[in-house]
């Protein structure tokens, strides 16, 4: 089973920063082995994919690419997602989100919002 419980959503202007945690509890699967990512939803909008970390690579949604980065500490039961030179566009609602088996490739971030597992979600807004 897995549990999943974002952090670190806020307000901030455009041009500002905000990091991301999502906290992992894990059993069963080791936790390296889990594919993991961010996907957010914006009212009215659907379910779009960020960022994926899995078998070893990354990949991002063209939109953020260069100015989000995903990563994890496995030592610490953690993934993370460092957003930078935010614009009104990102405002939305960020989910984690976990499988124990996904795809390869630098589409893979599309795929995110279809993995088994997710948390609560953590708001974002972005002001111009």
């Known amino acids: 089973q897995v549990q999943l419980q974002e952090s670190g959503g806020g307000s901030v202007q455009s041009g500002g920063s905000l990091r991301l945690s999502c906290a992992v509890s894990v059993s069963g699967y080791g936790r390296a082995t889990y594919c993991m990512g961010w996907f957010r939803q914006a009212p009215g909008k659907e379910r779009e994919g960020v960022a994926s970390i899995a078998h070893g690579g990354t990949s991002y949604q063209n939109s953020v690419q260069g100015r989000f980065t995903i990563s994890r500490d496995n030592a610490k039961n953690t993934l993370y997602l460092q957003m930078n030179s935010l614009i009104p566009e990102d405002t939305a609602m960020y989910y984690c989100?976990?499988?124990?088996?996904?795809?390869?490739?630098?589409?893979?971030?599309?795929?995110?919002?279809?993995?088994?597992?997710r948390g609560q979600g953590t708001q974002v807004t972005v002001s111009s």
């Open positions: 989100a976990a499988d124990p088996f996904c795809g390869l490739g630098l589409t893979l971030y599309r795929t995110v919002p279809s993995f088994r597992y």
